[in-house]
């Protein structure tokens, strides 16, 4: 099997973290939510604010930790929804 | 294997017209076993030949004796799962038209190959019709094929075979 | 550029079926409600105006016609009402104390704040992603991204394409990947049943397109781009349970389910709940596409994920709710009678899950 | 159950002591945190470590956390994100000049590193700031940075590994005392702790910790508000603050920049929602100081609790009459910082009932009878 | 890959614009989006993945997944399945994160 197939499989996209790099870290601190993830492992920290990401995050900790999805539960959503620059937020003078 | 594990009909989940209701002239053939909710049959049938009823998900009932074989449904089912069907009464030929949303259009007297509800080839056909009823649908055709009467239960498909279309 | 401050009276986030819907009925309903739709594409319709197919269910959901046909009309519509303002290109950022929704608009390069009466967010969803090695290359597409490709702009994804997920996004999508003039080579399902309609499975299949159900995609390669897909059989606990075929494809799409997209409802503190019929967490709403904040409705895919005639349905709820409220007219019997069609569209074994799924919510208490 | 030690709160400060009781010898140690690791105020905090303070006490204190965080990551095996970029003080009025010389004088004295540097110098070394109102920089090399979230989770880890329990999501509703003493603690899910000392880490929320056990203190909750930006490559090495605009800015190893603004009329409530005042502000703020940062994108907003006391100073140690209740609260926003200094020391208190250095100045007994306090200035 | 004919549809198009992708001249058609435009000149890999440098292509193409993010006209993190193609726009690949300027 060549290396390049023998490639992670992608679970955040935005910050290029691997399923194996979310178990490990799971495992290794004991973690049981979504947020505990995004905050050690920075998955769901980039800039698509976890959209892609967290459903499988979930999968995993609920694998991990022997608990039913739904009872893992949602990741604090903060604003701003997306990326937005400082300038918008300016008055007319100060840009 | 059923339907819900290949996508594929077979002689159980079909209710087909009987021989004598074919060989009577052009007749509807209704493949929807699901109860989805949707009645532009029913609502286009200038005949009253296609019921669903009060609840929008019951599965369309025929009336052959009602049907005149106009196509229209054919045209408007959002699940190209209407056809029409026709055998010679010599039973030496059979029509099938089937619903086409694809590119090359087929013409007239073309040979196509046939092919039936898995992609398989059957085998050929004549290109006999080919209308378009733009007010109930846009870009879909009705096409009618020619092909021999003991593959008319079995083709529902058809493609221009390469080279064989003039562009 | 200045900021700008909007007054109305319902803000809809979401320019989608839902939102057009809510947006004409209440406008409908009650004539003289200032009514703002913000719309983070640069086109209104959301995911209506990348469909060709034509739609289910009867006359008054636009039944037999092309989906972006129906976008059309939806559009015109909301269009040609002058009490409803579209602002395209914006996006809501979020929403703060004192009930306002700041967005940004790219297209002006400002923010634009709201601070409205009602807020109906029809946000959508978003596509999920399958964990796969490789499912980062290049070519592998979400379902919908293969759509809005060939469907809005008139490019085709690849050539060669497998498709992940026999439900109804996989199926209609390879049929117009087909209808493009792609190959589509093989659709993968990862449960032992086709999850889409038969007639749209039936469709493809008889051009020719297998359907492995009981499959998986093992890996994805490619050097910078897609070039293989290896698929194998799996058993019921989704153990590989065979030998692998290897499909030479430019293109993988991913049409494993959608997510409902509530970052704004937890925001606002809506009482959130997790309703695995419903796709995942959505905000507790009741028939009135009410959530637990008053001021706050939702509509479509972001209440739990269906399709685009149940969006349009509950987005003229949502409208004509959030209009009763504003303008003290009694719309009761017009909501009833969208809810009893709407309830009527759920009827056969494709609206159970819904149905099941909203049932569940509304047993859960709003707290 | 019965535990030798039971800490509330498992922030930065009750993870630190959890793990410095264990390394000191303490045997059963319980950590209650009603959240996860760094749910509370360290996860949401600006992660910035500086020695330069106005008052010796804090200057003292940051010294020896200094040292201590230099052979943290070795301690604990866990990288951290540590980084001695040092830390830029702006000053752009001639009263702040003047308060940093002072300041400097002083800060030298108690040890640490720091110089005041003219314009010139600041424009030449971090050409990223507008300098055409500044005044003059205080500039300290060997302060720096940290990432909250891993230090945090590195100290609990520690701490379980040594043998401590952490209990997460589990929140302490009752503490049950017996007149001079604290026997226990009641969990929400109805179960009981004995104890034989109790430690209030409660962050934010240590006033509700302390009336649980009967005792009154004078640390109020104030939220403070926080963004972070898109990655950046590396443009600046110092974390930067700046007491005339009330903001400090820092970017972190991955690139992103921190910064938050200390709203001077912020009321004292328990409030962590995120505000769009706050965007404006800062973005205001930040492109007077930064300008380039007109163009770069904020990816998520944030809020946590500064625990504020009178002085903006620590309260450490015992309170009058209670023979087994300790406190390490009150940090004013400042207590990742301190808490590897914090931490050792009170670990000491607690199990030797002494201290290698005198922190007895830090104690509750300097509010008695006092309602004027001098006020730690060097807070955004 | 552009679709000639369709059996459905019917594309409108804008008008014909010239841009640039890494330094090279393409065309696209003005109001499209970025990414449809690169996809039609065969453009896949739109940047590199931040720590593997895996090659990352358009992924959502509805503005919601980063997949896409790319320098435009020198701005960095741009994302560019929901920009409107203009003419004369230099669309470059981003390595790396994005710059202070």
């Not at chain 2, 045209?75 to 010679?88: D, Q, R, T, Y």
């Not at chain 3, 149940?310 to 009678?337: C, N, P, Q, V």
């Not at chain 4, 424009?123 to 990223?128: E, Q, R």
């Not at chain 5, 000149?41 to 358009?58: A, C, E, F, Q, T």
């Amino acid at each position: 099997m060549s290396s390049e197939q023998d490639r992670d499989i992608i679970i955040c996209r935005c910050e290029d973290i691997t399923e194996r790099e979310v178990r490990e870290c799971i495992r290794r601190h004991g973690l049981t939510t979504v947020d505990e993830v995004r905050k050690i492992l920075r998955a769901g920290m980039g800039l698509c604010q976890g959209k892609t990401c967290s459903a499988l995050v979930r999968r995993i900790l609920a694998e991990e930790t022997g608990k039913k999805a739904e009872d893992i539960g949602l990741p604090s959503a903060r604003q701003p929804a997306k990326p937005v620059e400082f300038g918008i937020f300016l008055q007319e003078g100060d840009r | 294997m059923n339907y819900k594990q290949s996508g594929v009909l077979t002689g159980e989940e079909l209710r087909l017209p009987d021989n004598e209701t074919l060989c009577r002239g052009k007749t509807i053939i209704i493949e929807c076993v699901e109860n989805i909710p949707c009645d532009p049959c029913e609502t286009s049938c200038p005949k009253g030949a296609i019921t669903v009823g009060g609840n929008i998900c019951n599965l369309p009932k025929i009336d052959y004796t009602k049907c005149s074989g106009c196509g229209l449904c054919v045209a408007v089912c959002p699940g190209l799962a209407i056809f029409m069907a026709e055998k010679s009464p010599k039973g030496d030929w059979a029509e099938i038209t089937i619903p086409y949303e694809l590119l090359p259009h087929p013409k007239n007297g073309e040979r196509v190959i046939t092919m039936d509800r898995s992609g398989c080839d059957v085998g050929t056909g004549e290109i006999v019709r080919v209308t378009e009823f733009k007010k109930v649908q846009k870009s879909r055709l009705i096409v009618t094929v020619r092909i021999p009467a003991e593959d008319l239960n079995m083709v529902r498909h058809f493609r221009i075979a390469e080279g064989n279309h003039e562009q | 550029m200045a900021l700008k401050i909007n007054k109305c009276d319902i803000l809809i986030i979401g320019g989608g079926p839902a939102g057009l819907e809510a947006a004409y009925h209440a406008a409908k309903a009650a004539p003289g409600l200032k009514i703002s739709i913000v719309e983070e594409n640069f086109l209104l319709g959301g995911q209506l105006i990348k469909q060709t197919h034509s739609f289910f269910g009867s006359k008054n959901q636009f039944a037999g016609k092309r989906g972006f046909e129906i976008a059309e009309l939806l559009m015109d519509r909301v269009r040609k009402n002058p009490d409803i303002d579209i602002h395209l290109q914006t996006s809501a950022l979020g929403c703060y104390e004192g009930g306002i929704v700041a967005c940004e608009s790219m297209a002006e390069g400002c923010l634009k704040e709201f601070q409205p009466g009602r807020t109906i967010v029809a946000a959508g969803a978003r596509e999920n992603m399958a964990p796969f090695p490789g499912n980062d290359l290049p070519g592998v597409f979400g379902a919908g991204a293969a759509q809005t490709l060939m469907n809005v702009y008139g490019v085709l994804p690849g050539r060669k394409v497998v498709m992940l997920g026999a439900g109804n996004i996989g199926l209609i999508v390879s049929y117009q990947l087909m209808q493009a003039g792609a190959e589509v080579l093989a659709i993968i399902e990862g449960l032992p049943m086709i999850g889409g309609y038969h007639v749209h499975a039936a469709k493809i299949r008889r051009m020719g397109v297998p359907i492995l159900a009981s499959h998986t995609v093992v890996r994805a390669t490619g050097k910078s781009t897609l070039e293989e897909v290896e698929v194998a059989p799996i058993d019921k606990n989704w153990k590989i349970a065979g030998e692998s075929t290897v499909f030479q494809a430019d293109t993988l799409c991913l049409a494993v389910g959608l997510t409902p997209g509530t970052e704004l409802l937890e925001q606002s503190g809506c009482r959130m709940a997790f309703v695995k019929e419903l796709g995942g967490h959505v905000a507790w709403h009741n028939d009135r596409m009410e959530t637990s904040r008053p001021e706050i409705l939702v509509a479509g895919d972001v209440s739990g994920i269906e399709e685009a005639s149940t969006a349009m349905l509950e987005g003229k709820i949502a409208g004509l709710a959030a209009a009763e409220g504003l303008s003290g007219l009694d719309l009761s019997d017009e909501i009833s009678r969208a809810q009893q069609e709407l309830a009527g569209i759920r009827k056969g074994p494709y609206g159970e899950k819904a149905c099941l799924g909203k049932d569940k919510l509304c047993k859960l208490s709003v707290r | 159950m019965k535990y030798d030690a039971i800490i509330i709160g498992g922030g930065i400060i009750g993870a630190s002591i959890a793990y410095n009781l264990t390394k000191q010898g303490m045997r059963s140690v319980a950590v209650f945190e009603k959240n996860y690791i760094s749910s509370g105020s360290t996860g949401r905090c600006g992660g910035g470590i500086r020695q330069q303070w106005a008052s010796p006490e804090n200057c003292k204190l940051a010294v020896k956390s200094v040292h201590l965080f230099e052979k943290l990551d070795q301690e604990l095996g866990f990288d951290t994100e540590y980084y001695q970029g040092g830390y830029l003080l702006l000053a752009f009025t001639d009263e702040e000049v003047e308060q940093f010389r002072k300041n400097v004088v002083m800060q030298q004295g108690a040890g640490v590193p720091v110089r005041l540097i003219g314009v010139d110098e600041v424009a030449a070394k971090f050409p990223f700031l507008d300098t055409s109102d500044l005044k003059a920089a205080a500039h300290c090399r060997t302060d720096g940075h940290i990432n909250p979230m891993l230090v945090n989770q590195a100290y609990a880890d520690a701490a379980k590994r040594n043998g401590a329990d952490i209990h997460l999501f589990t929140e302490v509703v009752r503490i049950v005392r017996d007149r001079d003493r604290i026997n226990s603690v009641i969990t929400a899910d109805v179960r009981t702790f004995e104890t034989g000392v109790l430690i209030n880490a409660g962050g934010g929320f240590s006033a509700e910790v302390a009336a649980m056990a009967g005792i009154t203190i004078p640390t109020r909750p104030q939220r403070h508000e926080i963004l972070i930006t898109e990655p950046l490559e590396k443009f600046m090495d110092p974390m930067v603050i700046d007491f005339h605009h009330h903001i400090y800015f820092r970017q972190t190893k991955h690139g992103s920049v921190v910064m938050g603004y200390g709203d001077p009329h912020e009321p004292y409530t328990h409030n962590i929602q995120g505000s769009l005042e706050f965007l404006k502000t800062m973005s205001l703020m930040i492109t007077k100081v930064v300008p380039a940062m007109k163009k770069v994108k904020i990816v998520r907003q944030w809020a946590g609790l500064y625990n504020m006391s009178p002085d903006a100073q620590p309260i450490l140690g015992k309170v009058p009459g209670v023979s087994n209740y300790y406190q390490a609260v009150g940090f004013s926003g400042h207590g990742l910082m301190l808490a590897p200094a914090v931490a050792e020391l009170m670990a000491e208190l607690i199990v030797t009932g002494r201290t290698s250095m005198d922190i007895s100045d830090l104690s509750i007994d300097r509010f008695a009878g006092r309602t004027e306090f001098k006020l730690e200035k060097a807070v955004v | 890959m552009r679709i000639d004919k369709h059996p459905v549809l019917h594309f409108e198009k804008g008008r014909k614009v010239q841009f640039y992708f890494d330094g090279r001249p393409m065309t696209g058609h003005e109001g499209e989006a970025v990414t449809a435009a690169l996809h039609a000149n065969g453009v896949m890999v739109l940047s590199h993945s931040l720590k593997r440098r895996h090659p990352r292509g358009l992924f959502c193409a509805i503005g919601k997944c980063a997949s896409c993010m790319m320098r435009v006209d020198g701005q960095d993190n741009v994302r560019t399945c929901i920009l409107p193609l203009r003419e004369g726009m230099r669309i470059e690949t981003q390595e790396g994160k994005g710059r202070l300027k």
